[in-house]
């Protein structure tokens, strides 16, 4: 019951101070939420009991490497947004920029379509979770259902109203991870204390742990969301928060993969998308219906904004030869396909492999660019090296058994 208090305080206050005029009207923090959000949104369901049963007590450091992949293709992310998206397009460093910038564009648009059946495979799978309908079959007819919904709205009346829910929703998934942190950093304390932390087994190693570590790339995505938001921010504030968002998801995820690396056995950890709530029910009793909470309502807005963002995609690079509703349309029918198709951790391992090529993509992009400028061969190489392991990854990378 003590954790439990301490829990619900510590998310109320966070929540309170999200809130607040000041912080939900301040510029830097609202361009920092939009990445932030996409960067900690379903990686922090899935990694938990994912790098404990495969890597043991190593998986914070697995966890440090994902992090640092993902901070050094957010370089080249910025990197592209400094050398300004209209001049790219109008095809002021090349034509060969311009070209890898559109097909990086169409790698981006079918990237969000699995990204999407990934989200709502995790809502259907813990919107359930605590219910008596909790089986594979009921979270597959629930994801289909909700596929449905998003295509019927986005093809009848748009996301505009929908989307006015994002900042509510990431307000809440944030201030419930604070909640989480909370209480792990307790039950991390108790079990120090008693001398009963443990050092587990490592499950996985060699090339094997290295290609699953690229099956989950996913998880740390995010980030690129800033490169999108020129509308509303100026270059350098997309590049400050982009650079913000990334460093406090990276100190969020090492921390929570610090907290629950050494306190749980391997008999008390499940492999399934929600075995994270099993997990936390031993922390705390209030922890999984805060995270079937979070889970809800981060997994749809997630959905809701690459739905859109798709949509969008798809009809500016067909030149509006399909139309939004067109791209809705598809989108629905590819995603209901893959969630009957696939479990949870092949989708992840599809999104991982989509993504990777549009960051490769992005990287061949900036080493285009600084070529073009004379940047210097260890620039022009860094980024060539990023593009070599964006490849590798869409390539070699494996699903979670």
Same mark, same amino acid.
């Given at each position: 019951?003590?954790?439990?208090?301490?829990?619900?305080?510590?998310?109320?206050?966070?929540?309170?101070?999200?809130?607040?005029?000041?912080?939900?009207?301040?510029?830097?923090?609202?361009?920092?939420?939009? +990445?932030?959000?996409?960067?900690?949104? #379903?990686?922090?369901?899935?990694?938990?009991?994912?790098?404990?049963?495969?890597?043991?007590?190593?998986?914070?450091?697995?966890? &440090?490497?994902?992090?640092?992949?993902?901070?050094?293709?957010?370089?080249?992310?910025?990197?592209?947004?400094?050398?300004?998206?209209?001049?790219?397009?109008?095809?002021?460093?090349?034509? &060969?920029?311009?070209?890898?910038?559109?097909?990086?564009?169409?790698?981006?648009?079918?990237?969000?379509?699995?990204?999407?059946?990934?989200?709502?495979?995790?809502?259907?799978?813990?919107?359930?979770?605590?219910? +008596?309908?909790?089986? %594979?079959?009921?979270?597959?007819?629930?994801?289909?259902?909700?596929?449905?919904?998003?295509?019927?709205?986005?093809?009848?009346?748009? $996301?505009?109203?929908?989307?006015?829910?994002?900042?509510?929703?990431?307000?809440?998934?944030?201030?419930?991870?604070?909640?989480?942190?909370?209480?792990?950093?307790?039950?991390?304390?108790?079990?120090?204390?008693?001398?009963?932390?443990?050092?587990?087994?490592?499950?996985?190693?060699?090339?094997?742990?290295?290609?699953?570590?690229?099956?989950?790339?996913?998880?740390?995505?995010?980030?690129?969301?800033?490169?999108?938001?020129?509308?509303?921010?100026? %270059?350098?504030?997309?590049?400050?928060?982009?650079?913000?968002?990334?460093?406090?998801?990276?100190?969020?995820?090492?921390?929570?993969? &610090?907290?629950?690396?050494?306190?749980?056995?391997?008999?008390?950890?499940?492999?399934?998308?929600?075995?994270?709530?099993?997990?936390?029910?031993?922390?705390? +009793?209030?922890?999984?219906?805060?995270?079937?909470?979070?889970?809800?309502?981060?997994?749809? #807005?997630?959905?809701?904004?690459?739905? #859109?963002?798709?949509?969008?995609? $798809?009809?500016?690079?067909?030149?509006?030869?399909? #139309?939004? +509703?067109?791209?809705?349309?598809?989108?629905?029918?590819?995603?209901?396909?893959?969630?009957?198709?696939?479990?949870? $951790?092949?989708?992840?391992?599809? %999104?991982?492999?989509? $993504?990777?090529?549009?960051?490769?993509?992005?990287?061949?992009?900036?080493?285009?660019?600084?070529?073009?400028?004379?940047?210097?061969?260890?620039?022009?190489?860094?980024?060539?090296?990023?593009?070599?392991?964006?490849?590798?990854?869409?390539?070699?990378?494996?699903?979670?058994?």
């Amino acid at each position: 019951m003590l954790f439990d208090l301490i829990i619900a305080i510590a998310t109320i206050g966070v929540a309170f101070v999200l809130s607040m005029r000041r912080v939900s009207r301040s510029t830097t923090w609202r361009a920092v939420v939009t +990445p932030l959000a996409s960067i900690i949104g #379903s990686g922090f369901l899935l990694l938990g009991p994912v790098l404990n049963l495969g890597y043991g007590g190593y998986a914070p450091l697995v966890m &440090l490497a994902l992090c640092l992949v993902a901070y050094m293709y957010g370089a080249v992310i910025r990197t592209n947004i400094a050398a300004g998206e209209d001049a790219i397009i109008n095809g002021t460093h090349g034509k &060969l920029a311009r070209n890898v910038e559109t097909l990086s564009s169409w790698a981006l648009a079918f990237a969000y379509i699995v990204s999407v059946t990934y989200y709502l495979n995790l809502l259907g799978a813990f919107s359930l979770s605590l219910t +008596p309908f909790n089986s %594979a079959l009921d979270a597959k007819l629930m994801t289909s259902a909700v596929f449905v919904i998003i295509v019927f709205v986005g093809w009848s009346r748009g $996301f505009r109203s929908l989307e006015r829910l994002e900042y509510v929703s990431v307000g809440l998934k944030l201030a419930i991870i604070a909640g989480l942190l909370v209480g792990l950093i307790a039950h991390f304390g108790e079990q120090a204390a008693k001398d009963q932390l443990i050092f587990n087994a490592q499950n996985i190693t060699g090339w094997s742990a290295i290609t699953m570590a690229f099956g989950l790339l996913i998880t740390v995505q995010g980030f690129e969301t800033s490169r999108y938001l020129g509308s509303s921010y100026d %270059a350098q504030t997309r590049i400050r928060s982009m650079r913000l968002a990334q460093w406090l998801s990276t100190l969020i995820y090492l921390v929570y993969i &610090l907290l629950i690396s050494y306190v749980f056995a391997p008999d008390q950890m499940s492999s399934s998308e929600t075995g994270i709530i099993d997990m936390m029910e031993i922390v705390a +009793p209030i922890l999984p219906f805060m995270l079937v909470a979070a889970a809800m309502a981060s997994q749809f #807005s997630a959905a809701i904004a690459d739905t #859109s963002g798709s949509g969008g995609l $798809f009809t500016e690079l067909s030149r509006n030869r399909i #139309s939004e +509703p067109q791209a809705y349309l598809a989108l629905g029918i590819v995603g209901i396909a893959l969630t009957w198709a696939a479990d949870i $951790f092949a989708i992840v391992n599809y %999104a991982s492999r989509c $993504f990777a090529i549009y960051y490769g993509l992005q990287a061949v992009l900036a080493a285009i660019i600084a070529k073009r400028r004379g940047d210097g061969w260890h620039r022009v190489g860094f980024f060539a090296l990023l593009a070599t392991l964006g490849a590798a990854i869409a390539i070699f990378g494996q699903a979670v058994e």
